[in-house]
């Protein structure tokens, strides 16, 4: 009896599925020419946007941060002096336990507001970062926006504020980090190939020479201290461990002015992008034509059951 009850179920169960997927065909028949005219507006849209959107090109460099000097290896602890001296050496450049790796310290140093003004101090960097209208593929030149920059006259209503500036630098300059294998990759990304190459090596560059001038500037006035501190010093054991941290920060002072890469050093460099990143005429077409046929199906949908059946 149970078994026959089932069978009817089900056969009622199959036969009402039936008739709903007749009903939405119904609907999407009745409704084609809405979903199909809906489809090639939304089609023709994606069309006038990809083709009007402002081309954007994408530089990028993988790089890994240098590792600090390690002082401890050069550097024998003897006595009281020795060992203050190595802490003060230590927490110069990050050694510490519980402070911020190098990464953190590259990523926060080249994202902060001085060094942006730095960068921005270099010739012809502001205007291209700040008032580029377009590119000119013809000319390979950048188009400038005449109501706030013309190459004769300078800025047309004076320099835009700098928090304009920070915001629209960090809007072109990404550093993504890897969690894995702590590399990190930076891109620039502007309306000119040849500019998001030009800005990129440019911030390699001056992070790196900006460390530098940093670590031989400790470097000058540790020497300058503790060859103050030898001349005074009257035991023999102080005094060798005064020499070992001379020549520590000798050596550190020599690998600085050496090193061309102080602080990250690239292992991908930056390259003259070939592709641009936006926009993707292909992929933009093709879901605007998606999203008008969903939303021209919806729209069916909600008139048939929402005001034609329940009329």
Same mark, same amino acid.
């Given at each position: 009896?149970?078994?026959?009850?089932?069978?009817?179920?089900?056969?009622?169960?199959?036969?009402?599925?039936?008739?709903?997927?007749?009903?939405?065909?119904?609907?999407?028949?009745?409704?084609?020419?809405?979903? #199909?005219? /809906?489809? =090639?507006?939304?089609?023709? +849209?994606?069309?006038?946007? $990809?083709?009007?959107?402002?081309? %954007?090109? &994408?530089?990028?460099?993988?790089?890994?941060?240098?590792?600090?000097?390690?002082?401890?290896?050069?550097?024998?602890?003897?006595?009281?002096?020795?060992?203050?001296?190595? #802490?003060? /050496?230590? =927490?110069?450049?990050?050694? +510490?336990?519980?402070?911020? $790796?190098?990464?953190?310290?590259? %990523?926060? &140093?080249?994202?902060?507001?001085?060094?942006?003004?730095?960068?921005?101090?270099?010739?012809?960097?502001?205007?291209?970062?700040?008032?580029?209208?377009?590119?000119?593929?013809?000319?390979?030149?950048?188009?400038?926006?005449?109501?706030?920059?013309?190459?004769?006259?300078?800025?047309?209503?004076?320099?835009?504020?700098?928090?304009?500036?920070?915001?629209?630098?960090?809007?072109?300059?990404?550093?993504?980090?890897?969690?894995?294998?702590?590399?990190?990759?930076?891109?620039?990304?502007?309306?000119?190939?040849?500019?998001?190459?030009?800005?990129?090596?440019?911030?390699?560059?001056?992070?790196?020479?900006?460390?530098?001038?940093?670590?031989?500037?400790?470097?000058?006035?540790?020497?300058?201290?503790?060859?103050?501190?030898?001349?005074?010093?009257?035991?023999?054991?102080?005094?060798?461990?005064?020499?070992?941290?001379?020549?520590?920060?000798?050596?550190?002072?020599?690998?600085?002015?050496?090193?061309?890469?102080?602080?990250?050093?690239?292992?991908?460099?930056?390259?003259?992008?070939?592709?641009?990143?936006?926009?993707?005429?292909?992929?933009?077409?093709?879901?605007?034509?998606?999203?008008?046929?969903?939303?021209?199906?919806?729209?069916?949908?909600?008139?048939?059951?929402?005001?034609?059946?329940?009329?």
């Amino acid at each position: 009896m149970e078994s026959k009850e089932e069978a009817i179920n089900f056969m009622n169960d199959h036969e009402s599925n039936d008739n709903a997927l007749k009903e939405l065909f119904d609907v999407f028949w009745q409704g084609r020419w809405n979903l #199909i005219g /809906l489809s =090639s507006i939304f089609f023709i +849209g994606g069309i006038i946007y $990809s083709l009007l959107a402002t081309e %954007l090109w &994408t530089s990028s460099s993988l790089v890994k941060v240098v590792a600090a000097a390690d002082f401890k290896g050069g550097t024998r602890k003897i006595g009281s002096q020795a060992d203050l001296g190595s #802490i003060s /050496l230590e =927490s110069k450049v990050g050694l +510490g336990k519980d402070g911020p $790796s190098r990464s953190d310290i590259f %990523l926060a &140093t080249i994202n902060s507001r001085d060094f942006v003004k730095h960068i921005i101090g270099f010739e012809g960097i502001l205007p291209k970062l700040m008032a580029t209208k377009s590119y000119d593929k013809k000319t390979n030149s950048i188009v400038f926006n005449s109501t706030a920059y013309n190459s004769e006259d300078g800025w047309v209503n004076g320099l835009p504020p700098f928090f304009e500036i920070h915001k629209k630098f960090k809007s072109v300059f990404k550093a993504y980090t890897n969690s894995r294998t702590g590399l990190i990759t930076l891109t620039v990304t502007h309306q000119s190939p040849e500019f998001a190459l030009e800005f990129l090596e440019l911030i390699i560059q001056q992070i790196n020479a900006n460390s530098r001038e940093k670590d031989l500037s400790y470097s000058d006035l540790t020497l300058d201290y503790l060859y103050s501190e030898l001349d005074i010093a009257t035991q023999g054991d102080i005094k060798l461990s005064i020499n070992q941290l001379i020549e520590a920060q000798l050596k550190q002072k020599m690998l600085a002015r050496v090193k061309q890469n102080h602080f990250i050093e690239p292992l991908d460099l930056p390259f003259m992008p070939e592709q641009r990143t936006s926009p993707r005429r292909t992929l933009t077409v093709i879901l605007s034509t998606l999203i008008g046929m969903v939303l021209g199906f919806a729209g069916n949908l909600i008139y048939f059951y929402g005001f034609k059946k329940a009329s």
